[in-house]
Every structure is written in structure tokens, then in C-alpha cells.
């Protein structure tokens, strides 16, 4: 991500568009190769030392912002080695044996004489010791190499291009995505990812067209800045439609503005490999979930709700001997409008397929608590629901259509 001030975009009749740069510019390919090559050839030096190269070559460039950007980004990939445990300690103990040696000898005792008696109360070359003493600070730290696979100069120009679009999301109180005609495939990894970034959205069909509509937190400004990387995270994956549009409502404390971008712009996805990826909370459950009246499936199609719309599920349990589906639904925090909105929808047309886990922070009164703990439907949770309240809840389920 690019920090506020790294960030390019104009604003005109309250439609914001970010500054895109041409990446087939030469001069960019040019500095991106430079870039890459040196963060080759720097691995083993400090952080400080590589930043310092960087942030010259940066200053020196035609287009010094976007060559900062391109730094920032490049440098959230890269790896420092970490600091070891104890390190704290290890510089406290040589700095007491340094003050000890230096209270032995009288006060006219040169540096070179100091040093020696140092070197050999410590047991180790003082060169190695200096190098060592302050290791554990980020500036101190040794790049190590890249946080996955090393980037290419296109790939890194598209990720500035996406950087500068998801810039902005930091600020969105609500996101519509129009996708036109697209391949079924593509929409289930599109929700897929949806659901992975922790999203609820309403979901509609339009012909052959589908609309997502994503509201902000609310009232809840608090959770607006972690919403916003949710936000930012799932723009990643909208290029891999291959025609769409797509607006969000900006905020922030000097004025609001509409965000659009569509197919059209230069922007590129850089995860066509990591759609099938599945959060480590949902493979945990995938894993303990050994059921033998239930199967858990970990792609559920959208669900029909209310009069006209659909949701996306995150899970789908389906029953083994009347292939019967229950589907869960989870509501984080940040969820409270679209919760109540699907509250309301089953009190308007029940649907006892559909199971909502709901985060306790949307529970923070008693009253609303009680009311979402009697619920039949409901799952509360702390952070991801267990796997013993899911088999409770299916259980409850499978007793009811049996009584049935």
C-alpha cells in the first residue's frame, strides 16, 4: 500500500480518478530494473543502509514521487532478518562488562589499551561485538530477500497502478461493483475472495450481469481503517473480470468524493494464482471438522435472500444421506447494517438453511445479546466460531427436519 502522501489523483465535479502511469514507459521500465537489480545486490545490509540507497536513487529520478512509490512498494516485499531472542539482554551484559573493565583502569588509559582489555574480557572480536550490540533495531536488521517470489519491473509497475486505486478505499464508506456478462468461474473466485477479505456484500442479478453492493462500518470510525485494507485487499482481485465498473463513496474530514474505475483502466491482478487460497481459520475448521452426518463445503455458491437478493456464504454444510445444505453466513464487526438487514430479511421470509455467525462485538448490549444468543439461527463467536457450536447447531437442525 502507498502512504497518503505517496498517492496521485485529481478530482474533478467530485469523481476522483488516480494518476496512472503508462507502464510500458521506458524510463519507468528502466528505473523499475534498476530497482529490482539493486535490492538484489543489497541483500546482507542494514535496513537503513538499503533505504538510504534507495530513497537517493528515488530523489534523483525524473519523477521523484513515483519513483518513492515504487520504493515503498518494493520494500514491503522485501525481508529483514529478525531480531534473536535475548538480544536486549546480550547488549545490557556487554555493556556492563564494558563500564566494569573501564573502572579497572586508571584514567590515563588510551583507547587502543581500552579496547584490548575489552576485547578480552568479552571474548570475542570487539568488531564483531559493535556489529551485534544494537542488531535488534529495524534500521540494524539484514535484508535477508524477497517475501515470496521476486517481482519482475512490469510487475512491479502494476502494482503501483493498483496501489494508487486502492489508496483511496482507505476512506470508503461504501463500494458497488458492476461485472458485465462474466464467466460464472470467475464471479465464484471473485466471491470467494469477497468472503476471504471478511466482506459482506449484497449480491444481485441484472440478466447476465452481477452487482455487488459493500457498505462501510457505519458509525463504527474505529474499525474505518482496517474496513478500508478489507476494502483495498478485494480491489486486487477485481481486475480478473474481464469487463466491470466500479464506484465508491469516499470520506474523510475535508470533503467527499466518488471513486471510479472500470476495465478500461491499466490495472492488473496480481493474485490469478492465490484465488483458491482458503484463510488459515477456515482450513483449520476444514481440518477438525470430521462429521458423519455432515460434509463441509468450502465453495457455496450465492443464496438467494429476501424478495430479490442473494448472499455469499462463507461455508455449506451438506447433509451426507439427503443432501439437504445449511449454509453459514459470517458478520464481523463491522458488519452491523448488513446483519441487521439479514436479520430482518428472515423474520420477513425464513429460510432455515441459512445460519449467521455473528462476532459478539455486534452484541456489546444485553439486551441485542440475549436476543442473538435465544435465535435459532444464530452462532456467536469470538473471532472465527468454533467447530463444537457448528456440530451443536447442525445437530439442532438435523433433530428439526427429522421432527419434521
Same mark, same amino acid.
Given at each position: 500500500?502507498?502512504?497518503?502522501?505517496?498517492?496521485?489523483?485529481?478530482?474533478?465535479?467530485?469523481?476522483?480518478?488516480?494518476?496512472?502511469?503508462? +507502464?510500458?514507459?521506458?524510463? %519507468?521500465?528502466?528505473?523499475?530494473?534498476?530497482?529490482?537489480?539493486?535490492?538484489?545486490?543489497?541483500?546482507?545490509?542494514?535496513?537503513?543502509? #538499503?533505504?538510504?540507497?534507495?530513497?537517493?536513487?528515488?530523489?534523483?529520478?525524473?519523477?521523484?514521487?513515483?519513483?518513492?512509490?515504487? #520504493?515503498?512498494?518494493?520494500?514491503?516485499?522485501?525481508?529483514?532478518?529478525?531480531?534473536?531472542?535475548?538480544?536486549?539482554?546480550?547488549?545490557?551484559?556487554?555493556?556492563?562488562v564494558? +563500564? &566494569?573493565v573501564?573502572?579497572?583502569?586508571?584514567?590515563? +588509559?588510551?583507547?587502543?589499551?581500552?579496547?584490548?582489555?575489552?576485547?578480552?574480557?568479552?571474548?570475542a572480536?570487539?568488531?564483531?561485538?559493535?556489529?551485534?550490540?544494537?542488531?535488534?533495531?529495524?534500521?540494524?536488521?539484514?535484508?535477508?530477500?524477497?517475501? $515470496?517470489?521476486?517481482?519482475?519491473?512490469?510487475?512491479?509497475?502494476?502494482?503501483?497502478?493498483?496501489?494508487?486505486?486502492?489508496?483511496?478505499?482507505?476512506?470508503?464508506?461504501?463500494?458497488?461493483?458492476r461485472?458485465?456478462?462474466?464467466?460464472?468461474?470467475?464471479?465464484?473466485?471473485?466471491?470467494?475472495?469477497l468472503?476471504?477479505?471478511?466482506l459482506?456484500?449484497?449480491?444481485?442479478?441484472?440478466?447476465?450481469?452481477?452487482?455487488?453492493? =459493500?457498505?462501510?462500518p457505519?458509525?463504527?470510525? !474505529?474499525?474505518?481503517?482496517?474496513?478500508?485494507?478489507?476494502?483495498?485487499?478485494?480491489?486486487?482481485?477485481?481486475?480478473?473480470?474481464?469487463?466491470?465498473?466500479?464506484?465508491?463513496?469516499?470520506?474523510?474530514?475535508? &470533503?467527499?468524493?466518488?471513486?471510479?474505475? !472500470?476495465?478500461?483502466?491499466?490495472?492488473v491482478?496480481?493474485l490469478?494464482?492465490? %484465488?483458491?487460497?482458503?484463510p488459515?481459520?477456515?482450513?483449520?475448521?476444514?481440518?477438525?471438522?470430521?462429521?458423519?452426518?455432515?460434509?463441509l463445503?468450502?465453495?457455496?455458491?450465492?443464496?438467494?435472500?429476501?424478495?430479490? $437478493?442473494?448472499?455469499?456464504?462463507?461455508? +455449506?454444510?451438506?447433509?451426507?444421506? !439427503?443432501?439437504?445444505? #445449511?449454509?453459514?453466513?459470517?458478520?464481523?464487526p463491522?458488519?452491523?447494517?448488513?446483519l441487521?438487514?439479514?436479520?430482518?430479511?428472515?423474520?420477513?421470509?425464513?429460510d432455515?438453511?441459512?445460519?449467521?455467525?455473528?462476532?459478539?462485538?455486534?452484541? &456489546?448490549? !444485553?439486551?441485542?445479546?440475549? #436476543?442473538?444468543?435465544?435465535?435459532?439461527?444464530? =452462532?456467536?463467536?469470538? $473471532?472465527?466460531?468454533?467447530?463444537?457450536?457448528?456440530?451443536?447447531r447442525?445437530?439442532?437442525?438435523?433433530?428439526?427436519a427429522?421432527?419434521?
Amino acid at each position: 500500500m502507498l502512504t497518503r502522501e505517496l498517492l496521485a489523483s485529481r478530482v474533478r465535479e467530485g469523481i476522483l480518478r488516480p494518476s496512472f502511469v503508462k +507502464t510500458h514507459d521506458p524510463s %519507468l521500465q528502466a528505473l523499475a530494473k534498476e530497482l529490482l537489480a539493486d535490492a538484489e545486490s543489497f541483500r546482507g545490509q542494514s535496513r537503513d543502509d #538499503v533505504e538510504e540507497a534507495f530513497s537517493l536513487k528515488a530523489g534523483a529520478f525524473s519523477r521523484p514521487k513515483v519513483a518513492r512509490g515504487l #520504493v515503498k512498494l518494493l520494500l514491503d516485499r522485501l525481508i529483514f532478518d529478525e531480531a534473536g531472542e535475548g538480544a536486549t539482554e546480550a547488549r545490557w551484559r556487554t555493556l556492563l562488562v564494558g +563500564t &566494569k573493565v573501564l573502572r579497572t583502569l586508571p584514567p590515563d +588509559t588510551t583507547l587502543e589499551a581500552y579496547e584490548a582489555r575489552l576485547t578480552e574480557a568479552l571474548g570475542a572480536p570487539l568488531a564483531d561485538t559493535r556489529e551485534a550490540l544494537y542488531s535488534d533495531l529495524p534500521g540494524n536488521r539484514k535484508l535477508l530477500g524477497w517475501d $515470496g517470489e521476486a517481482l519482475t519491473p512490469q510487475g512491479l509497475l502494476d502494482r503501483y497502478n493498483l496501489a494508487l486505486a486502492q489508496g483511496p478505499l482507505l476512506n470508503a464508506r461504501r463500494l458497488t461493483l458492476r461485472a458485465r456478462s462474466p464467466e460464472l468461474l470467475r464471479v465464484r473466485k471473485l466471491l470467494r475472495w469477497l468472503k476471504f477479505c471478511r466482506l459482506v456484500a449484497e449480491v444481485r442479478r441484472d440478466g447476465e450481469d452481477w452487482a455487488l453492493e =459493500v457498505e462501510g462500518p457505519g458509525a463504527m470510525l !474505529s474499525l474505518q481503517k482496517k474496513y478500508g485494507l478489507q476494502l483495498a485487499s478485494f480491489l486486487s482481485v477485481v481486475p480478473i473480470l474481464e469487463r466491470w465498473e466500479l464506484s465508491a463513496v469516499l470520506e474523510d474530514a475535508r &470533503k467527499r468524493s466518488t471513486l471510479q474505475l !472500470s476495465h478500461e483502466d491499466p490495472l492488473v491482478s496480481p493474485l490469478p494464482a492465490a %484465488l483458491g487460497h482458503v484463510p488459515p481459520e477456515v482450513a483449520a475448521l476444514a481440518e477438525d471438522f470430521e462429521d458423519e452426518a455432515w460434509a463441509l463445503d468450502l465453495t457455496p455458491l450465492p443464496r438467494h435472500t429476501g424478495a430479490a $437478493g442473494l448472499c455469499v456464504p462463507d461455508l +455449506t454444510f451438506r447433509h451426507r444421506k !439427503s443432501g439437504q445444505e #445449511v449454509a453459514l453466513e459470517l458478520f464481523h464487526p463491522w458488519h452491523a447494517a448488513p446483519l441487521s438487514r439479514r436479520l430482518a430479511e428472515l423474520r420477513a421470509r425464513p429460510d432455515a438453511g441459512l445460519l449467521l455467525g455473528v462476532d459478539r462485538a455486534l452484541a &456489546k448490549e !444485553s439486551a441485542e445479546r440475549q #436476543v442473538l444468543e435465544d435465535h435459532p439461527q444464530v =452462532v456467536l463467536f469470538n $473471532g472465527f466460531p468454533s467447530v463444537r457450536k457448528l456440530r451443536e447447531r447442525l445437530a439442532r437442525w438435523d433433530g428439526a427436519a427429522k421432527a419434521g
